[in-house]
């Protein structure tokens, strides 16, 4: 029955039997009834019922009704768990393993392990995306050193080529290159002058040859086999004479001896190679053991200094030319003097040994 209050003002208050039970959220995701069965929750507003009518109004606007605020906070758990156990399900994580980033499989793929459409690339070098591994970033050198900065490897492009100077350090701007003129066309260039022909000489000299070559035998005399003896009848290089010895093998008669002359022109100033021809015969034709020999630069020898000497065994030599060796001249002019001196004799008997005097020959070179 409505109390006197209630008939006064014509509004019933809903009995506390009447009121819905209201479950409450646990954290655990499970509901219970109120503790206070029978209560209105603290803070919602009690139906009104028309007193006319018997039919309860909705409360007042302006309060959200707690189901529905429980049904909000599940909707954001289940927001912010979603991404969560997403992101466990991509990385696979496992026990002692770091997590590997969004997007990036976990065995890179030979193109660098980014997955197209799993997450944006990361960022770095102030916000600029990094693309696969080896990617070079605009304005970036091949190196990962921005271009222009201390470090970065030079433009393969310009680096090395020909007029383009290097580009100078600081990273300033490459100075212009510069265009080098072509070298100058060589003038066409006549034939090379002749080498100077070289200038030399050769004759021989003997008994019956000429061309500026000359013998003599000073101090000849005959006396059968003891004196000078002729050999050969012939021209130059078939006569030859034998020229007694002097008795002694160290000393010589100063008044007999042989001499060969060459005119070594055009050859006036250089060296001459000189040798000798000992004819064959027994030692009374050629047994100088040894033939001493003097060299000059001058014809008169007996009044000048020779320019060298030379000694040749005959008696091992017999039909054979030797080389003596090399020597100076000036003034155009070559002399061989075949000195005397020698033993003509073996105990108390008389040898009649002679010196052969056959052909001597020059070759000069200036």
Not at 96 to 105: D, H, I, K, Q, S
Not at 260 to 266: S, V, Y
Not at 295 to 304: E, M, N, S, T
Request: charged letters at 10%.
């Amino acid at each position: 029955m409505p109390s006197e209050a209630e008939q006064s003002t014509g509004v019933a208050v809903a009995e506390a039997t009447t009121a819905p039970a209201v479950t409450e959220a646990k954290a655990d995701k499970e509901t219970t009834p109120s503790s206070e069965a029978g209560t209105v929750a603290a803070g919602a507003v009690p139906p009104v019922v028309d007193a006319a009518t018997g039919v309860a109004s909705p409360p007042p606007s302006g309060r959200m009704s707690k189901p529905v605020i429980v049904a909000a906070a599940v909707a954001g758990v289940v927001l912010v768990a979603l991404p969560l156990a997403l992101s466990g399900l991509l990385t696979g994580d496992q026990s002692g393993e770091e997590p590997n980033a969004a997007g990036y499989a976990k065995d890179l793929p030979p193109d660098g392990g980014f997955v197209p459409g799993l997450a944006a690339p990361p960022t770095d070098l102030g916000g600029m995306p990094v693309g696969p591994p080896g990617a070079q970033l605009p304005g970036q050198a091949p190196g990962g050193v921005p271009a222009g900065q201390p470090g970065a490897a030079a433009d393969p492009g310009t680096a090395g080529l020909p007029g383009v100077p290097p580009a100078p350090a600081g990273g300033g701007p490459a100075p212009a290159p510069q265009h080098q003129a072509p070298p100058p066309q060589q003038q066409p260039q006549g034939p090379p002058a002749p080498a100077a022909k070289t200038v030399s000489y050769e004759g021989m000299a003997g008994k019956g040859c000429g061309g500026g070559t000359g013998f003599t035998g000073v101090g000849a005399y005959s006396d059968g086999k003891a004196g000078w003896v002729n050999h050969g009848g012939g021209g130059c290089g078939a006569a030859f004479v034998s020229i007694p010895m002097s008795g002694d093998a160290n000393k010589d008669d100063p008044s007999a001896y042989g001499l060969w002359t060459f005119n070594t022109g055009p050859v006036t100033t250089g060296s001459c190679a000189v040798s000798v021809f000992v004819p064959n015969g027994d030692a009374t034709v050629a047994g100088g053991s040894p033939s001493v020999y003097r060299v000059f630069d001058r014809f008169a020898v007996d009044k000048g200094t020779p320019v060298g000497s030379f000694q040749v065994d005959q008696n091992a030599n017999h039909g054979r030319w030797v080389s003596v060796g090399t020597f100076r001249i000036n003034g155009a002019k070559l002399a061989v003097q075949l000195l005397n001196r020698g033993r003509d004799w073996s105990g108390s008997n008389k040898t009649y040994a002679h010196h052969g005097a056959a052909m001597v020959k020059a070759k000069c070179q200036a």
